[in-house]
Nanobody, 126 residues
Framework: QVRLVESGGGLVQAGDSLRLSCAAS????????MGWFRQAPGKDREFLGV????????VYGEFLAGRFTISRDNAKNTVYLQMNSLKPEDTAVYYC???????????????????WGQGTQVTVSL
């Protein structure tokens, strides 16, 4: 069992930056990749990106255009989502997720994940 807790959300203005954190506990191991997703009201959940265990590889959603960056600190069992140049359309609940897999590639954009956090709200105002 893996427990994930997101933090760092809040209300910001357009153009601001924000860093979300996802703290993992429980049976964390090198077999888990960590992903970030978001869901806006009335919309489907959207894949943002995923990072491998070592932090050496990432796969991002196609629409991000370099505004978001995922990193991880395994000493702290924490994954981060750095978001820059935020826009009102980035308003959503942001989730982190863990997946047990030996594969790492673009198929993780649509793959099912094993564990999810409770989410953290990000609201971007004009």
């Amino acid at each position: 069992q893996v427990r994930l807790v997101e933090s760092g959300g809040g209300l910001v203005q357009a153009g601001d930056s924000l860093r979300l954190s996802c703290a993992a506990s429980g049976r964390t191991s090198s077999e888990y990749v960590m992903g970030w997703f978001r869901q806006a009201p009335g919309k489907d959940r959207e894949f943002l990106g995923v990072i491998n265990w070592s932090g050496s590889s990432t796969v991002y959603g196609e629409f991000l255009a370099g505004r978001f960056t995922i990193s991880r600190d395994n000493a702290k069992n924490t994954v981060y989502l750095q978001m820059n140049s935020l826009k009102p359309e980035d308003t959503a609940v942001y989730y982190c997720a863990a997946k047990s897999t030996t594969y790492f590639g673009i198929a993780l954009r649509a793959a099912p994940y094993d564990y999810w956090g409770q989410g953290t709200q990000v609201t971007v105002s004009l």
